[in-house]
Antibody, heavy 118, light 108 residues
Framework: QVHLVESGGGVVQPGRSLRLSCEAS????????IHWFRQAPGKGLEWVAV????????YYVDSVEGRFTISRDNSKNMVSLQMNSLRAEDTALYYC???????????WGQGTRVTVSS | EIVLTQSPGTLSLSPGERATLSCRAS???????LAWYQHKPGQAPRLLIY???SRAAGIPDRFSGSGSGTDFTLTISRLEPEDSAVYYC?????????FGQGTKLEIK
């Protein structure tokens, strides 16, 4: 079965760092781009970052550019999101999702919660 | 950056009725790279429609998408109680992969 499982969320103080992981199973991981999305409390879905299938290209939403870094290890079927200089407005439920060029974001994880608070 | 505006914000309908959800883009969405998702509390978003009108795998034919350019519609016929959710449109032709603000569908 095709799965994505996020981990690494937690409560962190403003200015500190956190590393999220997204582990894949059930499909050829190295063939797909992986994206991170988030949903802040009471808000809608927001795209955060993407890494291409081979790691050759990465893009970020403006609000995290320079603070977040996305990476992948195709040998471990894993994508990571390193989040530095965290702010209160980064508080959200973070999802990873598979991008299928034929059918958009067809597989999503259940999410991992990040709370930035002093 | 293309902005997606969804309407209405909230829709309250009865079982068996039809729901019509709108998504309007500030610029033309290239190659109809427009998708619709269903999102329920505590669950992962679920892909319903891609390419503006193609149903994703396992999605009942009660869900249909239409439109092109800047105006898109998600129609849900014969509403069932489990259709209660927030529905988002999204463009996926390139970064940023923006969403509309969502339409909350309530089944009375």
């Amino acid at each position: 079965q095709v799965h994505l499982v996020e981990s690494g969320g937690g409560v962190v103080q403003p200015g500190r760092s956190l590393r999220l992981s997204c582990e894949a199973s059930g499909f050829t991981f190295s063939s797909y781009g992986i994206h991170w999305f988030r949903q802040a409390p009471g808000k809608g879905l927001e795209w955060v970052a993407v890494i291409f299938y081979d790691g050759s290209k990465k893009y970020y939403v403006d609000s995290v550019e320079g603070r977040f870094t996305i990476s992948r290890d195709n040998s471990k079927n894993m994508v990571s999101l390193q989040m530095n200089s965290l702010r209160a407005e980064d508080t959200a439920l973070y999802y990873c999702a598979r991008f299928n060029s034929l059918s958009a974001f067809d597989i999503w994880g259940q999410g991992t919660r990040v709370t930035v608070s002093s | 950056e293309i902005v997606l505006t969804q309407s209405p914000g909230t829709l309250s309908l009865s079982p068996g009725e039809r729901a019509t959800l709108s998504c309007r883009a500030s610029q033309s969405v290239s190659s109809n790279y427009l998708a619709w998702y269903q999102h329920k509390p505590g669950q992962a978003p679920r892909l319903l429609i891609y390419g503006a009108s193609s149903r994703a795998a396992g999605i009942p034919d009660r869900f249909s998408g239409s439109g092109s350019g800047t105006d898109f519609t998600l129609t849900i016929s014969r509403l069932e109680p489990e259709d209660s959710a927030v529905y988002y449109c999204q463009r996926y032709g390139g970064a940023p992969f923006t969403f509309g603000q969502g339409t909350k569908l309530e089944i009375k």
